[in-house]
């Protein structure tokens, strides 16, 4: 496959991506991909960087999520690899492209996660995520009020996807962030 530069995704995300917050939420789901990805002994880049596009029309097109991002990319001649996982996100909510590769559902599990994550440290008095702990997690899971529009199904079947412990999964999309805090803007007031 051809790898696409981190610095060069960086540069197509913020060409369509100028909202603080979908640029945050694009580096979190960068951070926990990277993170994975070491933990499955797999390409960092790659999956940093599958993380980092995944929602490249969604500022500009949210009625067409996936279907404008893969022409964009389509365009720019773009590897397919990243190209099909940023449809797998979207499997069963805007396409049929169902994630088949670890990577790919990797990403269909931690996109919705990490919104879960960023709702919960948003909660604290601390504003981060590096007090915050597994246990506190699972509870705001539990709590179907909280952060409503984070779909537990796909994190569930994701987990499942991935033949992973629903419990790991958060343990290590937490790991994941806490090890990127600075660069997702998520050390808080620590
Ligand atoms: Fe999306
Ligand atoms: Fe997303």
């Known amino acids: 496959m051809e790898k696409l530069a981190r610095e060069d995704a960086w540069n197509l995300l913020t060409e369509y991506t100028e909202t603080p917050a979908l640029q945050q939420h694009a580096l979190m789901v960068e951070a926990v991909m990277r993170h994975f990805a070491r933990l499955a002994g797999e390409d960092e880049e790659v999956w940093g960087v599958a993380g980092l596009l995944h929602d490249l029309d969604y500022e500009k097109y949210p009625e067409e999520h996936c279907k404008k991002a893969t022409e964009i990319m389509e365009e720019r001649g773009i590897d397919p690899v990243y190209i099909r996982a940023m449809n797998c996100h979207g499997y069963g909510i805007c396409t049929d492209t169902k994630p088949e590769s670890a990577m790919e559902k990797t990403l269909y599990t931690v996109d919705e996660l990490t919104g879960l994550i960023h709702a919960a440290c948003l909660m604290r008095p601390s504003k981060s995520v590096l007090d915050l702990e597994l246990k506190s997690l699972k ?7 909280f952060a ?16 992973m412990e629903l419990d790991d999964v958060m343990r290590e999309s937490i790991e994941g962030l806490k090890e990127s805090a600075d660069i997702t803007g998520l050390r808080g007031n620590l």
């Open 139 to 145: 509870k705001k899971f539990k709590s179907k009020s």
């Open 148 to 163: 409503a529009g984070v779909n537990r199904d796909v994190i569930r079947q994701g987990s499942e996807m991935l033949g």
